[in-house]
């Protein structure tokens, strides 16, 4: 069983930054994709960002062009820079991993953008 742990979540004001790791508990290059995703109060999970095992990347319309995805297999980790942030981007930040048919959560982290 694969464990996955994000953290870097925060309280941080409209216009500022944060960066989300999520470590995996072993070897993530053979992940096929993984990515983040997140869900607001009285909302459904939303896609945030993916990025695949050969580093292709895709966002959210809404997340596009301020957050950046990444992935660094040797440290096991995957990362979200999430730049220029907005009330609305409020949520519990989630990393997902796929293997196969396997596929793997981490238990959430929290993001509070203030005005």
């Known amino acids: 069983q694969v464990q996955l742990v994000e953290s870097g979540g925060g309280l941080v004001q409209a216009g500022g930054s944060l960066k989300l790791s999520c470590a995996a508990s072993?070897?993530?290059?053979?992940?096929?994709?993984m990515g983040w995703y997140r869900q607001a109060p009285g909302k459904q999970r939303e896609l945030v960002a993916t990025?695949?095992?050969?580093?292709?990347?895709n966002y959210a319309d809404s997340v596009r062009g301020r957050f950046t995805i990444s992935r660094d297999n040797a440290k096991n980790t995957m990362y979200l820079q999430m730049n220029s942030l907005k009330p609305e981007d409020t949520a519990v930040y989630y990393c997902n991993a796929l293997e196969g048919w396997a596929e793997y959560w981490g238990q959430g982290t929290q993001v509070t953008v203030s005005q």
């Open positions: 990025i695949t095992s050969y580093f292709s990347t």
């Open positions: 072993r070897n993530i290059f053979r992940f096929n994709t």
